[in-house]
């Protein structure tokens, strides 16, 4: 949610943010804006909507700054206009001010600073912030003692990035909750919400920590505490190009993120390998060292966790449970320290993950978190990492991500099965050889759609309707509810996805001529049963799209259309079978017409409660 950009250097600052803002798209917003020092002042320009709007009116002006900072904006307080946009600035307009996350203070700090002469002109939280460091000022030898100040007096989650006339060659910024990056250039820094807004100029990034604070000038970066004390930072280099950032092509990014699979699965397994062969420590966690698995995600993460769950029970014999971590927290989880909570997210960033990874912590548990970024904060405060090798993952709904997330968890269950000897040393070179043929039936797989277009010719057929029913069982009703989820995500169509079984205990009160019906019905223990379930369908008149192997017979003699999809392990269809629903549900969006990599309401990464 939100994109904060922010520049100081030689170029056109101006140029630089509107570039990275655009970059940051993905996360989702509804207004956008930007604040550069210009001649001795600050001007701000903000627009409601896309950012288009603001480069038709920046375009207007022929300026030059070589500091400045930018914002899209994803409404919490106060609606999306012109308004409540950022950049926000102080009575004196000589400090601008933008702004990700909740301030849940932000009322009695108001009734503040309106007490002492301060006039707000915005409904939103952030507004506070500002007339909060102007205040602090007047008190403050020093614009980062005034800074430092400020934010103590913060409550709730943010990442602010601030330019001043009192210091006017720096950018200083500040995170808890709410991730920021520096990026290192030469001559040149930048800051942003997230690495891509800065990848065309520098892969060199320093991951600001909670409760830290930074002073970002062309030349120099210096990092302090709350108490204003120096912290010596890493620097990391990121390993994707831009070239990964960007469509190559492709319509859309989530069309090409989903052509991205094999190759991204296939590094996935490759990156992990070593220590999966026992060449490398895998360090931080002992198998033996726990006895049950609690697993804490959100969304589309939290599908891959439910298919983990068989994963760990199945192969490792580790009894697992799996939560929303939004509800994780509330219901007073028994956690101690036998237990290893893994918690799986794309950004590293996502706030209800987070939060339930460190009440965790907090009764003693040990910590894995499998994700897609080095450097996050899910992978800096986890015992240990287990990384995705997806690359950059730009459409609000994953695609790659997931698979990669499958790959790692099924990885991590191997390892685990044999370091726990539940099963054979053979057995796990079979899983693993299965595992590395994956890739090349996903390949296989698309390249046939791209032959035949059977999946957009079905999307063709159904993307009028106004619901959809997903089934499947086993290690594939997850697959049933994360189809389900991409067709709601992008097309705005009601769906529901419902273990198989399940559904003549209410959801086939549903099914008439009018609903179609995906079933994953692919080899496995439950054919024969999720075959009986089609039957129950077509005798209320559901029409039935099947995900079915080359030599089910049955299947498609039911079905009025298939998608055929490689038989592969039971184990690991759930890679290949989520493929074509993806597609299925992305033509369905493009047919609609609707804008398929930023659904409305959406955002990418999700840093708020």
């Known amino acids: 949610m939100c994109g904060i950009v922010g520049y100081v250097g030689r170029d056109n600052a101006k140029d630089v943010v509107v570039d990275g803002l655009k970059r940051l798209e993905y996360r989702g917003y509804d207004s956008a804006g930007i604040a550069l020092i210009v001649d001795g002042r600050i001007c701000v320009y903000k627009k409601q909507g896309k950012i288009r709007n603001l480069e038709i009116e920046l375009h207007k002006l022929p300026i030059f700054s070589n500091i400045g900072i930018g914002h899209t904006r994803w409404a919490t307080h106060g609606k999306p206009d012109d308004v409540n946009a950022h950049p926000h ?78 210091q006017p060659d720096t950018i200083f910024v500040a995170r808890k909750d709410s991730p920021l990056v520096v990026g290192l250039g030469e001559g040149e820094n930048f800051v942003a919400s997230d690495v891509p807004a800065f990848l065309s100029y520098t892969n060199r990034v320093v991951f600001l920590d909670d409760f830290e604070v930074a002073t970002v000038k062309s030349d120099e970066v210096s990092v302090f505490n709350y108490d204003g004390e120096r912290v010596e930072k890493k620097v990391t280099v990121i390993p994707w190009s831009l070239s990964q950032a960007e469509k190559a092509g492709y319509k859309h990014f989530m069309l090409k993120e989903i052509y991205e699979q094999p190759r991204a699965i296939a590094d996935t397994i490759s990156g992990n390998l070593s220590w999966l062969r026992g060449e490398t420590e895998f360090e931080g966690i002992s198998p033996d060292s726990f006895n049950r698995i609690q697993i804490v995600a959100c969304g589309t993460s939290y599908h891959a966790g439910l298919i983990a769950k068989f994963y760990f029970e199945n192969l490792a014999r580790i009894p697992t449970e799996v939560d929303y971590a939004s509800e994780y927290r509330y219901r007073d989880p028994i956690v101690d320290e036998k237990t290893l909570v893994i918690s799986i997210t794309q950004s590293g960033e996502t706030a209800d993950t987070l939060a339930a990874m460190r009440l965790a912590k907090s009764k003693g548990a040990k910590l894995l978190t499998v994700c897609n970024v080095i450097g ?19 459409s609000v709904a994953s695609t790659k991500a997931f698979t990669t997330q499958l790959t790692a968890l099924f990885l991590f269950a191997l390892w685990l099965s044999r370091n726990r000897k539940a099963i054979s040393e053979e057995k796990t070179e079979s ?7 994956v890739p090349s039936k996903v390949e296989t797989l698309l390249n046939l759609e791209k032959e035949k277009a059977t999946i957009k010719n079905t999307a063709l057929e159904f993307y009028r309707s106004k619901d959809a029913l997903y089934l499947g069982r086993n290690v594939n009703y997850p697959i049933a509810l994360e189809g389900a989820l991409k067709l709601k995500e992008i097309s705005y169509i009601h769906a529901e996805g419902y273990p198989a079984g399940e559904m003549k205990h209410g959801p086939i009160a549903l099914i ?31 029409r039935v799209i099947a995900v079915t ?20 392990n ?9 493929v074509p629903l993806q597609l299925f549900a992305y033509y369905i969006a493009d047919f609609l017409g609707y804008d398929v990599d930023q659904p409305r309401n959406l955002a990418k990464s999700v840093t708020v409660e």
């Open 512 to 542: 008439d001529e009018n609903v179609p019906v995906v079933v994953v019905a692919t080899k496995g223990k439950v054919l024969d049963k999720v075959i009986s379930n089609i039957e129950e369908v077509k005798a209320r008149k559901g």
């Open 431 to 437: 899983y693993l050889k299965e595992l590395l043929e």
């Open 549 to 568: 192997n080359p030599d089910t017979e049955k299947v498609k003699e039911l079905a009025e259309f298939v998608l055929e999809v490689p038989e592969v």
């Open 89 to 166: 600035v102080d009575c004196a307009e000589k400090i601008a001010l933008v702004h990700n996350g909740i301030i849940e203070n932000y009322s009695e700090l108001r009734r503040e600073l309106q007490n002492r002469g301060h006039t707000f002109n915005s409904q939103t939280d952030t507004e506070v912030v500002v007339h909060l460091i102007e205040e602090e000022l007047k008190s403050s030898s020093s614009f980062l003692e005034a800074f430092l100040k400020a934010v103590k007096r913060l409550h709730g989650s943010y990442a602010l990035a601030v330019i001043t006339l009192y």
């Open 376 to 394: 996050s904060t899910a992978t800096r405060e986890a015992d240990s990492v287990v990384y995705t090798y997806a690359g950059p993952e730009i």
């Open 570 to 578: 039971e184990y690991l269809s759930p890679l290949v079978n989520v």
